[in-house]
């Protein structure tokens, strides 16, 4: 059964830190991995994308990919209020379908 | 871009009849669409893959006569409860896959409110 894992929160940060989350998945072969963010009673938006080890940054946010410990995170600068809400790992899976991870609910503090 | 619409953004119908919820991409053709059920505080399930002029896969545990699914063009999908009951009362809400870019992000759209009185 191929898992994608995700820490429940709520993770608490104060406005302008650093939120990092974290998600890690079991299947070795997967190649494509993706950060959604899902404010209460609203559909996922897709807020990052990456394929290839490493660091990419999209203005605030950085997703880091390690295809060696199986790990994926987005890092979310200058954290704001507006950032609150429960961010969504998901790989891609057999039949292009979307795996998922429980999803992470982040509180920013003012 | 990548930009997928729903209608009805919500909607209440009594027990017994049938509701029909349309799902498009309006900038990009999907070949593939899923839809979702999502109940208060809990993760999205997926319930079907739809392809484009074929029959819907269906998850495990969900009835196939229940959720019609349709995907008669490259844009348009289109999922009907059938005989809706309140525990079909639901958020639901399909997605539609952009491989324009070689790529496999799902783009979801803003889902639809199904209450069953």
């Known amino acids: 059964q191929k898992e994608v894992e995700q820490n429940s929160g709520p993770l608490s940060v104060p406005e302008g830190a650093i939120a990092s989350l974290n998600c890690t998945y079991s299947?070795?072969?997967?190649?494509?991995f993706f950060w959604y963010r899902q404010y209460s009673g609203k559909s996922p938006e897709l807020i990052m994308s990456?394929?290839s080890n490493g660091d990419k940054e999209d203005g605030r946010f950085t997703a880091q990919l390690n295809k060696a410990s199986q790990y994926v995170s987005l890092l979310i600068r200058d954290s704001q209020p507006s950032d609150s809400a429960t961010y969504l790992c998901?790989?891609?899976?057999?039949?292009?379908?979307?795996?998922w991870g429980a999803g992470t609910k982040l509180i920013i503090k003012p | 871009g990548a930009v997928v619409s729903q209608h009805p953004s919500r909607v209440i119908c009594k027990s017994g009849t049938s509701v029909k919820i349309e799902c498009r991409s309006l900038?990009?053709?999907?070949?593939?669409m899923f839809w979702y059920r999502q109940f208060p505080k809990q993760s999205l399930m997926l319930m079907a893959t739809?392809?484009?002029?074929?029959?819907?896969?269906?998850e495990q545990g969900v009835e196939k006569d229940k959720f019609l699914i349709n995907h008669a063009s490259l844009t348009l999908s289109t999922l009907t409860v059938t005989s809706a009951h309140p525990e079909d009362s639901s958020f639901y809400i399909c997605?539609?896959?952009?491989?324009?870019?070689?790529?496999?992000?799902?783009?979801f759209g803003p889902g639809t409110r199904l209450t069953v009185t």
């Open positions: 997605s539609a896959r952009d491989v324009s870019g070689g790529f496999y992000e799902q783009y």
């Open positions: 998901a790989v891609v899976g057999s039949n292009y379908q979307l795996i």
């Open positions: 900038d990009f053709q999907a070949t593939t």
């Open positions: 299947d070795r072969g997967s190649q494509s």
């Open positions: 739809s392809n484009e002029g074929s029959k819907a896969t269906y």
């Open positions: 990456i394929y």
